[in-house]
């Protein structure tokens, strides 16, 4: 079982270029590499396949990385499932994780995240748990996502440390972490690995 996570950039034809395609190669090299791992298409289009217990936290980290500019949002479909081939293109890969992840994508309407596993009443389970957490994720500041992207990126760490690190208050850091709602995406987060266990 692995996790396939097929996504765009929203507004990418705004602004320029480099503000959203560097956060999200920057991003994307985190969880393996070009083009076996990931691939971008069709100009602001990508794929990534990862382990399934990283992949909700990796589209997060996506969300608060190309989130810390204004403009920018990304959609993303997140799929669950087998491998059936695997080619040193990501793009060129199939299988079930493949499939659902692409189906899932197509699906979205209004909202910008979704998964899609074997395993129907655990989707809609999760579902409406993410639905309930981009009522927040959605609504991130500039601020809001560098600090939430940098916490994810140094798990390790405490406010004090993140602090030092983005040269802010501790108070700045936890009052962000605070109405980035990091705490209960972790908590989501948590309960997403559980769930999938059982896969």
């Not at 691939?39 to 997060?60: C, H, N, P, V, W």
């Not at 395993?119 to 957490?133: S, T």
């Not at 972490?177 to 209960?184: A, H, I, K, T, V």
Request: charge should be positive; proline fraction near 3%.
């Amino acid at each position: 079982m692995i996790a396939v996570i097929t996504g765009d950039i929203v507004h990418s034809q705004k602004g320029e270029i480099q503000s959203w395609i560097k956060p999200l190669k920057q991003t994307l090299n985190q969880y393996g590499h070009e083009p076996k791992s990931w691939e971008l298409y069709r100009g602001d289009s990508f794929q990534l396949s990862l382990d399934i217990d990283q992949a909700l936290l990796a589209a997060i980290h996506l969300k608060a990385a190309i989130k810390q500019s204004k403009i920018y949002d990304v959609r993303m479909g997140i799929g669950l499932g087998a491998v059936k081939y695997l080619s040193p293109q990501i793009t060129e890969s199939n299988g079930t994780a493949y499939v659902n992840s692409g189906a899932c994508f197509d699906a979205l309407k209004k909202e910008t995240l979704a998964i899609q596993s074997p395993r129907p009443e655990l989707d809609e389970v999760l579902n409406i748990m993410i639905r309930l957490a981009l009522l927040t994720i959605d609504g991130w500041s500039q601020v809001v996502s560098k600090v939430v992207k940098t916490a994810i990126e140094h798990p390790g760490k405490n406010q004090k440390e993140l602090a030092q690190l983005l040269d802010k208050s501790q108070s700045n850091i936890s009052e962000a972490l605070q109405r980035g709602g990091y705490d209960e995406v972790m908590r989501m987060n948590a309960f997403y690995k559980k769930s999938i266990a059982q896969l």
